[in-house]
């Protein structure tokens, strides 16, 4: 008998975080060696608000497509939604926050202007083409880009 089921696994980092005091914005979650994660929260957790389905898929397509062909595209480790649908993760090599921020908010006003069909939209390119508005994307975009651009001195702590 092995010992890994005599005690409990270590607590991972993201929840170790007071969920009730988080709200809308950009905090860096972790720095591991030269990636950081960074928590892009659109919604105050556990609010009832949650992102829908196509919405978090949609803004996952468009975000990591144009983040990857920004400034900071070579230093993009991953982009993709948070499983409690309340935000999505960047993880950055290198990262320099006012430069992440700069970027990313620069991937949203993109996304809001966009005009086209939405990357990675064909059966050939996603496992699940149906589940994906543009539309949809552009809303959540625009109202994310809105907070941050309300948010004064943004310090990146939870």
């Given amino acids: ?51 829908d389905d196509v919405t978090m ?11 990857r062909n920004s400034a900071i595209g ?21 990262a320099d926050n006012n430069v992440v921020l700069s970027e990313v908010k620069l991937a949203l006003q993109k ?4 005009d086209g069909e939405i990357f990675g939209g064909t059966r050939k390119e996603c496992g699940n083409y149906k589940c994906l508005s543009l539309d949809l994307a552009k809303k959540e975009c625009a109202l994310y880009l809105k907070t941050l651009n309300s948010l004064k001195n943004i310090d990146f702590k939870y």
């Fill in 57 to 67: 898929h949609s803004v996952e397509h468009m975000l990591a497509t144009f983040l």
């Fill in 1 to 51: 008998m092995d010992n890994l089921h005599d005690k409990s696994p270590k607590r991972i980092a993201s929840f170790s975080v007071d969920h009730d005091k988080i709200g809308v914005g950009i905090y860096v979650s972790r720095i591991d060696g030269d990636i950081t994660t960074y928590d892009l929260r659109t919604r105050v957790p556990n609010s009832g608000d949650y992102i």
């Fill in 111 to 114: 996304t809001v202007d966009f």
């Fill in 74 to 94: 070579s230093d993009v480790i991953y982009f993709g939604p948070m499983g409690c649908r309340t935000g999505f993760y960047l993880l950055v090599r290198n």
